[in-house]
């Protein structure tokens, strides 16, 4: 059995004036397991906040999360995002980004696709569980710049994948047994982040030992570092501890 100890949750716009196209959905209970994810709708395009609000939207109404695979729950995602292009020519080329984890007692399911992140905490520390697919990774895979040379060019946000309702690209799913990341204490702790948000957690990748340990003081302590230095683009995180009965 597992339960959900304590969550937290931040969503910023990059500029107040402006629509946050960030959508995010917060640890939420579904059948046997929880869910969470983040979405970032593509800012290059008309339509990002629709892209992404649609997307968490269809994720809040699931029943159940049976999917064995991602191809069925990328094509239903993407069959959702017609809704919104349907009804306003003008969305057409909309399209987000996706980072989605679910639990049960016995495995962590993650859908990936774009560059926000998902985190666990293992011996103090964030494991990043996702590749984000951008210019910049696509040429850490195949050697061409190390990450040292990468920091000095620019188009690292520069998203090679993401749901649109006309493509839909690469993605990943996959899973993860829990008695690989359950902790001593029988807690599992994750960690999803915008790309606007672990922008500024990888420029100093820690805190304390016990802020790492509690997700409300991890979430005020993110926050406060990005609203301090100053936001550069929407940034959005979603955390939440889960105590399995017993450490598997």
Known sequence: MISLFRSAAFSYPKIDSKQN???????????????????????????????????????NKLKSFDFSDGETLFSELK????????????????????????????????????????????D??????????????????????????????????????????????????FSISLSDLVQNDGKLSLFLMSDGAHHYWEERPRFSINTMKNILRFSNSLSNRILNKGLIDDSSFVGA?????EKI
């Open 21 to 59: 196209e960030d959508s995010i959905l917060v640890a939420k209970k579904v059948n046997d397991g929880f869910i969470l994810a983040v979405a970032d709708g593509v800012g290059s395009y008309e339509g990002a906040y629709h892209a992404s609000s649609n997307t968490i939207e269809y994720l």
């Open 79 to 122: 069959d959702s995002l017609r809704k919104i292009t349907t009804n306003n020519e003008n969305y057409k080329n909309a399209a987000t980004t996706l980072t989605l984890a679910y639990l049960n007692k016995d495995k962590l399911y993650i859908a990936h696709i774009g560059d926000c992140r998902l985190y666990v905490l293992i």
């Open 124 to 173: 103090n520390k964030l494991q990043c569980l996702t590749k984000d697919h951008t210019q910049h990774q696509k040429f850490l895979d195949e050697k061409i710049y190390t990450k040292k040379e990468l920091k000095e060019l620019d188009g690292g946000n520069i998203i090679t994948s993401a749901i649109s309702e006309k493509f839909l690209r690469k993605y990943d799913f």
């Open 241 to 245: 501890e889960f105590i399995v009965a």
